[in-house]
């Protein structure tokens, strides 16, 4: 049985490969879109194959860009790492009674011994 998540991959995969099939055959040959009465010029063809992938690139850098920014703009500075230190200090001040009294019992034989 398939996933949910497989079948995502698969209709993805799918889509993503008739994509790029239809952009290689129109920018080699752009002939077949003027044969279908879509389009008249062969340059105009080439230019919007090309330049509509560029425009959604550079959106796309420029959207990953703002995200990154925004993060950096909304995310409140670090701790000082003195006061981690010393934080981290005090829990082990903490910690060191209770290890000094487990170290007391004395320590079980194996029944093997």
């Keep these: 049985m398939v996933s949910k998540d497989q079948t995502i991959g698969g209709i993805i995969f799918i889509v993503c490969l008739v994509i790029a099939i239809f952009y290689v055959v129109t920018l080699f040959y752009p002939d077949w879109m003027i044969d279908l009465g879509w389009v008249s010029d062969k340059g105009a063809v080439r230019f919007w194959i090309i330049a509509v992938p560029v425009f959604v690139a550079f959106i796309a850098v420029m959207g990953i860009g703002a995200w990154?920014?925004?993060t950096m703009a909304t995310?409140?500075?670090?701790k000082p790492i003195e006061e981690i230190t010393s934080e981290l200090e005090e829990k082990e001040e903490e910690k060191a009674p209770e290890e000094a009294r487990e170290e007391e019992k004395p320590k079980r034989k194996r029944?093997?011994?």
Excluded at 75 to 78: A, K, M, N, S, V
């Design 68 to 70: 990154i920014g925004w």
């Design 75 to 78: 995310t409140p500075p670090p």
């Design 111 to 113: 029944k093997s011994e």
